[in-house]
Each structure stands twice: as structure tokens, then as C-alpha cells.
């Protein structure tokens, strides 16, 4: 019988090994933003996330941008699928490695993502450039799925948790989690310190990508 691992991020990932069960834990809810914004001039658009790709597709046209940065294998998929034309990806898909091969200045940047995004992009880039930030959307808790996971757990009908966001950690957290369960997997290293915070180590995946997490549960697994 194949171990059960649960993805709590919106993948459609599927695997010979392992069987996989899809509980996003993250519903994303639209925000309004002032499209007077859209009309200006930018170097770069640079997309973090899927979410951000689908929701400022239907801008794309209004924008005058030279470049496309994009953080994430499954982010760089979208665009290509899309038609979206990218100038650059990070080799390791992360905010890091786009601002080590960028190492972009006095440009004009726009980023539409997520309220909650992790700051450090728009940060960084801001020191020596010119960043629109552009909040899209915000993620909320999926409470139905968190608490059916969470009974599955407490079955025994799951081997393995995988979280790819600090958002989700939190929420699942936020939760009556079984106390007992360890076996949480990690996609980044900020996702990891989300969960360490709560007291638990978790395996992390070498690369960002879901099927990176399922290589490293089957690793871990014959230990």
C-alpha cells in the first residue's frame, strides 16, 4: 500500500511512489487597487506567485513593462502556458536568488502580489530602485480542509504534511492540530522556520517545487 501525503498548496502534482491527497489550506479572496497605477512605465513586472499570474493576467495588456521576472517553477509554467513572454528565473526559484541575478538599480519595478507577501523582495529592491507594490489579493484559511486533514491525521490515514507557505503553517496551526504527529515537510526555508516556531523540525526540500517535497518525504522515508 502506498503512504498518503497531503499538499496543502494548490498543486495538481501526482506521483508513481506515493499517493497524494490535494487539501489546499489556502482560499484566496480579491482586492481592489488603484488601476491609475497600470498606466505608468516599468522595467520590470516581477510575478511571485501563481495566484498573482492569474489575477493580473487580465491587466497585462494596460502595462508597459520592457521585462518579466518570476519566482517559482510552477509560476514560470503558468506564464509559459499563458503566452507571458519571461526575461528571467532565479535558478533556485527563490526572492534570493532573483535578487542575486537581478541585482537590479535605478529601475522602475511593479509587483503585484499578495498583501501578505513576504517583505523582503519589495524591501531589497526598494534600497535602490523604484517599487510599486500592487496587493492583489489575501490569502485566508481553507477551515474545511484543515479539519479534515487534521482527522485524517488523527486516523493514522496520513504519513506526511507539506507546506509551502508560511500562511498555511499558520493557519493550520491555529487549528486543535494532533500534537502528537512530526512528519511535516517544508518547501523553502521560511516555510520551515514557520513551523519550527510552533516546536517542530521539519524535512525541506531542496528544491521549490512539489515534486521536490515528494523526493524528500520517499528520502527521509528510507532513512
Known sequence: MKPVIVMTQTSKVQSDMVEVIHKPFIKIQSLEFDTQL????YDWLIF?????VHLF????????VKHIAVVGAKTAQLCKQLGINIDFIPNDYSQE????????????ILIP??????????Q??????NVVKIDLYTPIADRENI???????????????????SSAVRYYFSEAFPKHFKN????????ANSIRAYGYEPYIADKQTSEALINTFLESRNK
Open 48 to 52: 511571485s506567485s501563481k495566484n498573482a
Open 184 to 191: 511535516y515537510y517544508a518547501i523553502g526555508q521560511q516555510t
Open 124 to 129: 531589497t529592491l526598494a534600497e535602490h530602485n
Open 38 to 41: 497600470l498606466h505608468d512605465n
Open 97 to 108: 536568488g532573483l535578487l542575486e541575478g537581478l541585482n537590479l538599480e535605478k529601475s522602475s
Open 113 to 122: 502580489s499578495s498583501a501578505q507577501a513576504r517583505p523582503k523582495l519589495q
Open 147 to 165: 479539519i479534515a486533514v487534521i482527522n485524517l491525521i488523527q486516523h493514522n490515514q496520513v504519513e506526511a504534511l507539506t507546506f509551502s507557505s
Open 57 to 64: 493576467y487580465k491587466y497585462l495588456e494596460y502595462v508597459n
